[in-house]
């Protein structure tokens, strides 16, 4: 009687346990005795039978939720990236996806590195578990755990070697060097690939022809080391920009300082008195192109001395200052991809330092391979059938395009400095006006000096059909005031026209009607708590394109726009020259690891915790991204 | 035998007492409102001895008829409904998640079974649980052509709430979906499914209730 007494009260224990408990334990584990300024190693634990699915934090599937993990402690000033074991791939019959997940006990693992002015004592960090875990035939709903492990600081300066994240930084998927290293590389080729045709770049093109075309007159001077020299000019004012910010950052902690080197790029881009100069200087260019103004600048570069030894010294010297100056004309379209590479650059560590010199390295010479080659070979294209005519309208052709180039470049300071003399529909009416000149030149209406211009129709033709192409949208923008910005364009075209032109001066207006806290955070924060809404963050700059996309084309949206009825908004400029903004790009910096734009946080205004962050631009996954963060608030608000 | 019915009585009770107790605790560590949890508990008690009583009035049937109790929840346009609204048919009440691949699996059948059955009086109520907005289920199951109700949470936790009376009257306990419920036209629930099956063997438990 006894035994089946024992054996029932077991037996109903048992199944009462299996049934009750989730089937994961989950146990957070540290370092427990460091100093302040040093790493601790967090190890996360996930205990479960080897039936139980735990899904992959970072491949993320259309179907079952990713785990996330969340660290958090006043006593920590950054945090590592959690790294978790190769997941299993396999497809899942119910969803129809490959699904990444972890079978049975699972370690992750983490690091965060202490402030460095802790008195010592006990301190601790709270570690948040958020999964679900699935079986063939059952699946626990998410839930959250959080677990705390406490921490004893002694003590002591903090030992070198253990003073640095090697978790951190790895943004990119895999949590091997080589992956990351990969990654660089295709960020910096892609980018340098990218770049060969952005439009900062061939204004320069015909008087690289014209200077290598004069210098290989000159049978003295060796053309492949001029070409080098060149070379050199460009992708050396690239490299040394990467290695001036990692000097510059090398040590600094001051995430403010180091956010304002990352910010270089940018500063360049932006720069009121750099564009202006610039504005001017492509306009002379036109107007040199056009045969207006008659200097000769290949001359000048090699003027001085006729003697056939000078000569050669000069032209070495001026193919590396023209390669430096094409580098700093470009800047301002290479700008996003040599962005990204700063903010390696800026972490301040020798990681820091070798990964942005490499990507500055492959990024310059990719860069300026094309262009080494064309100044290689100048006299081949003079060689072309009918060269003279052919240069002739080519010349005037890029001379217009430098013109275009010209305005984007001065509207820059003329809203910068409040003038409001090139606003978006003026911009839009110069832009088109330009086209309709040059049609008018290709149809032969008018020319320049009188050359003979009655030849090579069928390249007229062409060059007539592309520039009405471009015209087009452009025209469409310009005839849909107030805001002149016309919504059926194809993403690609809206782009590039807002690379191009102003954002639409009453932008912030506009915003604020519609409910945003426009360079308001703590208004924002303060109504977020009042309302209890989730609160979002728009991370954004004047003359970032992909925002005024993501702004007009996705944010209007029906479903888009009923999501942000259950938030509150907030809209900040990191870009703008007043310093709220450097606030805000401090605060990006420091909080999310990023200096681009646009980026997107949800976050819960009780303790201005993340919900959700995205990599930046989104336009597709935008709505998904918004929901997941309601919800993520609605389930963190049960509590 | 009767020794042992003896001692399994009280056992039961004990059983389902400390049920409800780890229930609450692990209530908890779950995300429920916390308002919530303390009106579950008292419920899941109260169901309990309910439960034990039943299970004595039914000592000699093979499946003691358990009640089903009544919930309040929203259907995907917002309107609230509660179990009266599918008084008087063959309900099978399903609970699953737009996370959980063992659900979206069952889903196929359940058309069918809702197709060809409906009119015969089977309505098929599919309680989705932590699966974010009405819109996104809605997406969701216009993605997979459900064509049978779906409900959810109304502007808290309902659907897990309702999830929890479920599992602890009926003694399945538990949190793992997909779970099943055959609930007859007198609103008894006759059978309890703890995972996914496949279509048939739903077929044939419910055909005798039609």
């Known amino acids: 009687m006894f035994r089946y007494l024992v054996i029932y009260t077991f037996f109903y224990a048992c199944t009462c346990f299996a049934q009750i408990v989730n089937p994961v334990t989950i146990d957070v584990t540290s370092d427990s005795l460091v100093r302040a300024g040093e790493v601790v190693n967090i190890e996360i634990s996930a205990k479960m039978e080897k039936q139980w699915k735990i899904y992959s934090i970072y491949k993320i599937v259309d179907g079952p939720l990713p785990t996330e993990i969340n660290i958090k402690g006043d006593i920590i000033s950054e945090i590592g990236k959690v790294i978790e074991p190769e997941p299993i791939e396999e497809y899942d019959p119910g969803f129809d996806v490959t699904s990444f997940y972890h079978k049975g006990n699972t370690l992750f693992s983490s690091q965060v590195l202490l402030k ?27 839930v959250e755990k959080n677990n705390v492990v406490k921490v004893k600081v002694e003590p002591g300066e903090p030992r070198i070697e253990k003073t640095t994240l090697t978790s ?78 990692s000097f510059l950052s090398w040590g600094v902690e001051d995430a403010a300082v180091q956010t304002g080197y990352a910010n270089i790029g940018n500063f360049i881009a932006t720069n009121a008195w750099l564009n202006l100069a610039l504005g001017v200087l492509f306009i002379f260019f036109a107007l040199w192109m056009f045969g207006i103004i008659n200097v000769n600048v290949t001359g000048a570069l090699l003027s001085k001395t006729d003697q056939a030894g000078q000569n050669a010294k000069n032209a070495y010297l001026g193919s590396f200052i023209l390669g430096v100056a094409f580098a700093i004309t470009s800047f301002s379209c290479t ?5 990204m590479l700063l903010v390696v650059a800026a972490s301040g560590t020798a990681t820091g330092l070798f990964t942005s010199l490499l990507g500055m390295t492959i990024y310059g010479v990719v860069f300026a391979f094309p262009f080494v080659i064309l100044s290689l070979f100048p006299s081949s294209l003079e060689k072309l059938p009918r060269s003279g005519i052919w240069m002739e309208k080519a010349k005037v052709v890029f001379g217009f395009i430098e013109l275009a180039a010209a305005v984007k470049f ?65 025209a469409l923008s310009l005839f849909s005031g107030p805001t002149y910005h016309y919504s059926g364009l194809p993403r690609f075209a809206d782009e590039l026209i807002e690379a191009m032109v102003p954002p639409p001066p009453t932008e912030d207006e506009i915003a604020i009607k519609e409910g945003w806290y426009v360079d308001d955070y703590d208004g924002a924060l303060e109504q977020a708590k009042k309302q209890g809404k989730p609160l979002f963050i728009d991370f954004t700059g004047i003359y970032c394109a ?22 509150v908004l907030t809209r900040l400029y990191v870009d703008k020259k007043d310093s709220l903004s450097s606030v805000y790009a401090q605060m990006q910096f420091e909080r999310y690891k990023t200096a681009t734009q646009p980026y997107y946080v949800v976050l819960d205004p009780s303790n201005e915790s993340t919900l959700v962050d995205t990599g930046g631009y989104i336009p597709n996954g935008f709505d998904k991204f918004l929901s997941r963060g309601l919800e993520k608030f609605n389930i963190k608000n049960m509590d | 035998m009767r020794c042992n019915n003896i001692f399994l009585i009280p056992l039961l009770f004990f059983y389902a007492l400390s049920c409800g107790n780890s229930a609450e605790t692990n209530q908890e560590k779950i995300r429920t409102a916390k308002k919530n949890s303390k ?6 008690q109260k169901n309990s001895s309910k439960k034990n009583k039943a299970s004595k009035k039914n ?87 459900i064509n049978y109700p779906i409900l959810t949470d109304i502007n808290g936790n309902e659907s897990y709430k309702a999830f929890s009376d479920y599992g602890t009257i009926s003694g399945v306990g538990m949190r793992a979906v997909p779970t099943t419920f055959l609930i007859d036209r007198d609103g008894y629930i006759v059978k309890t499914y703890r995972g996914a099956r496949p279509g048939n063997v739903f077929l044939k438990d419910l055909k005798p209730y039609l």
């Open chain 1, 116 to 142: 460095d002015d802790l008195p010592p004592g006990n301190y601790e960090i709270s570690v948040m578990t958020y999964y679900q875990v699935c079986n063939e035939r059952l699946c626990y709903p998410p």
């Open chain 1, 168 to 245: 951190l930084k790895k943004n990119h998927n895999g949590e091997n060097g080589l992956s990351s290293f990969l990654n660089l590389i295709i960020i910096a080729v892609g980018g340098a690939i990218l770049s060969w045709v952005m439009p900062c770049v061939y204004p320069m093109i015909p008087i690289i022809i014209s200077f290598f075309g004069k210098v290989s007159e000159d049978k003295n001077i060796g053309r492949s080391s001029v070409a080098a020299l060149y070379g050199l000019g460009i992708a050396g004012t690239f490299i040394f920009i990467g290695l001036l910010v």
């Open chain 1, 335 to 339: 700008v996003p991809v040599v962005g």
């Open chain 1, 410 to 474: 001065l509207w820059v300071p003329d809203i910068e400095w409040g003038i409001g003399l090139l606003p978006r529909s003026v911009v839009l009416s110069l832009f088109l006006l330009i086209g309709l000149c040059l049609i008018a030149y290709l149809s032969n209406l008018f020319s320049f000096q009188g050359s003979d211009v009655n030849d090579q129709k069928s390249i007229s033709y062409i060059g007539i059909g592309v520039t009405l192409v471009v015209l087009a949208p452009l």
């Open chain 1, 546 to 567: 992909n925002c005024r996309v993501m702004e007009r084309r996705i944010f209007p949206l029906e479903n888009i726009k009923n999501h942000f009825d259950n938030m």
């Open chain 2, 39 to 44: 009106p579950i508990t008292v419920s899941s």
């Open chain 2, 59 to 145: 000592q000699n049937s093979a499946f003691p008829k358990i009640k089903a109790p009544d919930f309040n929840l929203a259907d995907l346009d917002g309107n609230i409904l509660n179990f009266s609204a599918y008084e008087g048919q063959v309900v099978m009440l399903t609970f699953w998640g737009t996370w959980c691949g063992p659900c979206v699996k069952e889903i196929p059948d359940f058309i069918e079974l809702y197709d060809k059955y409906n009119k015969e009086g089977l309505e098929i109520v599919g309680i989705a649980i932590q699966s974010g907005s009405p819109e996104n289920i809605k997406l969701f199951s216009e993605h997979y052509k």
